[in-house]
T-cell receptor
Framework: DGGITQSPKYLFRKEGQNVTLSCEQNLNHDAMYWYRQDPGQGLRLIYYSQIVNDFQKGDIAEGYSVSREKKESFPLTVTSAQKNPTAFYLCASSLRNQPQHFGDGTRLSIL | QKEVEQNSGPLSVPEGAIASLNCTYSDRGSQSFFWYRQYSGKSPELIMF????GDKEDGRFTAQLNKASQYVSLLIRDSQPSDSATYLC??????????FGDGTTLTVKP
């Protein structure tokens, strides 16, 4: 089945630790996105990528990093510089300016 | 001013009524407009998308777009309790950047 897979479903981070969230899609979509959602809030764009080996900062990129070495994969690293990382992280993919397909999300908490 | 603003909720309607959800956006270069539904603890799922001025209907849902007024809306006819969720408006610019509103929580009372 075609879809978008995020892993892990739950993740815990220790102080000073970097953690990486995985996002893989087999929909042959060019565009991929990372969002952060805090309780009761909408989705805020962290990074997006329209093509392999290229990505742009979204509205809240500080403390995060991404790579896009393959069309299918868009991993997000939450660095120790992100002081308040506890949130629901959503990855999405789409054809250019078409509706986005979302993964099931990763819930990140601080230990 | 937020780039994408939705009418503040929560919104409560009786079963069978029409629910009206509104969204305004600030970037006149916006090209694509989407409505997603999100149940608590789940990821968003697409309800409607619209690219041109006017109305677009799909079953009980109608999306309306007015680019001159920078306004997009979603009407849900014959609302059902299963429609109770948070509805997110999303706007894409031509450069591919996607911006979401904060969402409107809808409750349909039996």
């Amino acid at each position: 089945d075609g879809g978008i897979t995020q892993s892990p479903k739950y993740l815990f981070r220790k102080e000073g630790q970097n953690v990486t969230l995985s996002c893989e899609q087999n929909l042959n979509h060019d565009a991929m996105y990372w969002y952060r959602q805090d309780p009761g809030q909408g989705l805020r764009l962290i990074y997006y990528s329209q093509i392999v080996n290229d990505f742009q900062k979204g509205d809240i990129a500080e403390g995060y990093s991404v790579s896009r070495e393959k069309k299918e994969s868009f991993p997000l690293t939450v660095t120790s510089a992100q002081k308040n990382p506890t949130a629901f992280y959503l990855c999405a993919s789409s054809l250019r300016n078409q509706p986005q397909h979302f993964g099931d999300g990763t819930r990140l908490s601080i230990l | 001013q937020k780039e994408v603003e939705q009418n503040s909720g929560p919104l409560s309607v009786p079963e069978g009524a029409i629910a009206s959800l509104n969204c305004t956006y600030s970037d006149r270069g916006s090209q694509s407009f989407f409505w997603y539904r999100q149940y608590s603890g789940k990821s968003p799922e697409l309800i409607m998308f619209i690219y041109s001025n006017g109305d677009k209907e799909d079953g009980r849902f109608t999306a309306q777009l007015n680019k001159a007024s920078q306004y997009v809306s979603l009407l849900i006819r014959d609302s059902q309790p299963s429609d109770s969720a948070t509805y997110l408006c999303a706007v894409n610019t031509n450069a591919g950047k996607s911006t979401f509103g904060d969402g409107t929580t809808l409750t349909v009372k039996p």
